[in-house]
């Protein structure tokens, strides 16, 4: 795993299309804006093993 610091209005890029800019940083948590391709699927990994733990799916793979 990487691990960076970035400070409010800084950004990290992933490969060629996708950019993840802080956008804000306050009382322990971060809000993180991505830009990235309409193809391109975004999800909430906690978002996504609720969904799996519903349906009975192996919450193992992601």
Do not use: Y
């Not at 009382?27 to 991505?34: F, N, P, Y």
């Not at 990235?36 to 999800?43: L, N, T």
């Amino acid at each position: 795993m990487l691990v960076l610091s970035r400070k409010a209005k800084e950004e990290i890029i992933i490969g060629d299309k996708i950019v993840l800019t802080v956008i804000k940083v306050a009382a322990g948590k971060i809000k993180v804006g991505i830009t990235a391709p309409e193809d391109f699927k975004v999800h909430r990994l906690d978002k996504k093993l609720v969904t799996q733990q519903e349906s009975g799916e192996d919450s193992h793979e992601i």
